[in-house]
C-alpha cells in the first residue's frame, strides 16, 4: 500500500477571511486549497518599480489627453469583482 503524500503549508487568517473561505466550498469535504485554487486574480498589474521606471522616463507631467483619460478612468472605476460572492 501506498501513501500520498504532499507538501503543505501553515497559514494564519483573520476570523473573517476564515469564515469567507469556509463558506466558499461548494461540497462539505472540500479543502481550503481547492476553493483557493479556483479562486482567480487578474494578471496584469503595474508594480511600483515599473512605476518608477515610467516617471523616471517620462517625468511627472502628463498631457492634457493623458489627463482627460485619467479622469474618464476615474469616473468610471468600479471595486474589483468579489471572487468569493455568492458561493
Not at 511600483?48 to 489627463?67: D, I, K, N, S, V
Request: glycine share 4%; aromatic share 10%.
Amino acid at each position: 500500500m501506498h501513501t500520498l503524500c504532499m507538501a503543505t503549508k501553515t497559514i494564519s487568517l483573520r476570523l473573517e477571511a476564515y469564515e469567507k473561505l469556509r463558506r466558499a466550498r461548494r461540497y462539505r469535504g472540500e479543502s481550503f486549497s481547492e476553493v483557493v485554487l479556483r479562486a482567480r486574480w487578474p494578471e496584469e498589474t503595474t508594480t511600483g518599480a515599473e512605476l518608477l521606471a515610467r516617471y523616471r522616463e517620462h517625468g511627472p507631467f502628463f498631457t492634457a489627453e493623458q489627463l482627460a483619460r485619467v479622469e474618464e478612468l476615474k469616473r468610471n472605476d468600479r471595486p474589483p469583482e468579489d471572487k468569493w460572492a455568492g458561493r
